[in-house]
């Protein structure tokens, strides 16, 4: 069983930032790839981006270049670092961790990050 926490949301205007900090149950990034994604009021989830075990890293369209992700293998935390924040990144955040191949994954509790003047 794995436990994600995730922390650092909160209220910011446009063209702010944020970092997002997910700290998992124990040393897990060998074996899971890891994730953010994030669902608005009546909308579905979706991916925000992607860690996979050896590094490589993936975006949606919608934050590439603006949002990092990172992992702090020591700390056994993830990061999602938020920049030029639009009103459109207003919604719960929420940390994944699944093993390659599907089939397993856990998930955080959530985050709320509004965006708004």
């Known amino acids: 069983q794995v436990q994600l926490v995730e922390s650092g949301g909160g209220l910011v205007q446009p063209g702010g930032s944020l970092r997002l900090s997910c700290a998992a149950s124990?040393?897990?990034?060998?074996?899971?790839?890891m994730g953010w994604y994030r669902q608005a009021p009546g909308k579905q989830r979706e991916v925000v981006s992607t860690?996979?075990?050896?590094?490589?890293?993936n975006y949606a369209y919608s934050v590439k270049g603006r949002f990092t992700i990172s992992r702090d293998t020591a700390k056994n935390t993830v990061y999602l670092q938020m920049n030029s924040l639009k009103p459109e990144d207003t919604a719960v955040y929420y940390c994944?961790?699944?093993?390659?191949?599907?089939?397993?994954?856990?998930w955080g509790q959530g985050t709320q990050v509004t965006v708004s003047s």
């Open positions: 994944n961790a699944a093993l390659p191949g599907g089939g397993l994954d856990f």
């Open positions: 860690l996979t075990r050896d590094g490589r890293t």
């Open positions: 124990g040393s897990i990034f060998n074996t899971y790839a």
